[in-house]
């Protein structure tokens, strides 16, 4: 005989839905699932709750479990899908919900979903690029400030007690490692200068969200960096070709998909010449040369193969492929990164390894020609 599957009591099922609501994280992947999959079932001729109510069963995110069922209670009340997902901006972005609006008004939901999960797979396959070139460089910055804590707190301790007890005359190097290590040697400076360090990190961050002239300027930098200047260039670039041309396959006006293109941009300054772009094509002005007057920011390839689309009525090809383009350009550029990075690292660590060793090893030679 099969056991009785044992009923859930009223608080573990609190707690579940505490853990549902607030533990869970609703993956890229995990939304990618969801629009794909219910694209596929739409194209096969089930209706949109049929649909939904199969994606509640199928879906193992218990988050986003919860939220397609609160959808398709919704849906089959009336409400239509792009209505229902503005409830939940964190989880279905703007972009995605008036591309979704846009395809029930042409009575093309399902092409605006392919795009939808086309631009969100390229999204993601970008942005694992960039974590990817990150990892080594990560690692490599934390195991030399480990090995530099353990150095600072156990070893350099034990070597200045014995420099004290000879009395030797020390040099500058020394003097000041033997100072860091009294500093960090004492818990409360280093409670000090982690708090220190936290509030210019919230104190910056909260300057770049409450101070637009201040996050203008630091965007204006990040945009001059060497190496990393030209990689946000290509990402927003990548970005702003793939957005416009997805939302235009959805049928949405021009006008309103580039100011929605430039709230999905992650630099300011882009984001500024397209909201303005946006009254100047009110007036009748091409999208092409309002753009060539930026030439910092959209390079004369970008200008003239809009102008080429804007003239044939393929804009929204022509972006696919410099979304293409740019997309490969970032995976390259990242590549070399972590090319260039690994000898910066290894002569930086050299050179740091080479300060200790001398700061250490000079008073000791010393101390031996006293003997």
Do not use: W
Not at 231 to 254: D, E, G, H, M
Not at 269 to 278: D, E, G, I, P, S
Not at 302 to 324: H, P, Q
């Amino acid at each position: 005989m099969s056991k009785k599957k044992r009923e859930l009591s009223e608080f573990e099922k609190k707690l579940n839905e505490f853990v549902a609501d607030h533990l869970t994280r609703i993956k890229i992947m995990d939304k990618i699932f969801f629009l794909d999959h219910l694209r596929t079932m739409l194209h096969a001729g089930l209706s949109l709750v049929e649909g939904l109510n199969v994606l509640s069963k199928e879906t193992e995110n218990q988050k986003l479990k919860k939220v397609i069922l609160e959808i398709t209670s919704q849906v089959e009340k009336g409400k239509q899908l792009s209505e229902v997902l503005e409830n939940y901006p964190k989880i279905f972005p703007s972009t995605y919900v008036r591309m979704i609006a846009s395809g029930e008004m042409a009575g093309k939901l399902e092409e605006s979903l392919e795009q939808i999960v086309t631009q969100m797979k390229k999204g993601y396959a970008l942005t694992s690029s960039i974590k990817g070139a990150m990892i080594y460089p990560a690692v490599i910055v934390f195991a030399i400030t480990a090995v530099a804590i353990i150095m600072v707190t156990t070893v350099l301790p034990k070597l200045t007690s014995m420099f004290d007890e000879f009395e030797a005359d020390l040099p500058l190097a020394t003097k000041v490692l033997i100072a860091i290590t009294d500093f960090m040697s004492k818990p409360l400076n280093l409670v000090l200068l982690f708090g220190a360090i936290v509030g210019l990190i919230a104190l910056f961050i909260f300057s770049l969200k409450k101070f637009p002239g201040f996050k203008d300027k630091i965007h204006s930098l990040n945009l001059k960096l060497p190496i990393f200047g030209q990689v946000i260039k290509q990402i927003n670039l990548a970005r702003f070709s793939l957005t416009l041309s997805s939302l235009l396959k959805s049928t949405l006006p021009i006008v309103e998909a580039i100011d929605i293109t430039g709230d999905t941009c992650s630099n300011v300054k882009y984001q500024n010449v397209l909201h303005r772009a946006t009254e100047k094509v009110k007036t009748g002005v091409p999208l092409s040369e309002i753009l060539m007057e930026e030439e910092k920011l959209f390079p004369p390839m970008v200008t003239e193969m809009i102008m080429v689309g804007e003239k044939t009525g393929e804009i929204d090809r022509l972006l696919d492929e410099l979304s293409d383009f740019y997309s490969e350009e970032v995976d390259k550029t990242m590549k070399n990164f972590s090319t260039i990075i690994e000898p910066v690292i290894i002569i930086l660590l050299g050179l740091a390894v080479a300060g200790i060793a001398v700061a250490v090893v000079m008073p000791m030679f010393s101390l031996m020609q006293n003997f």
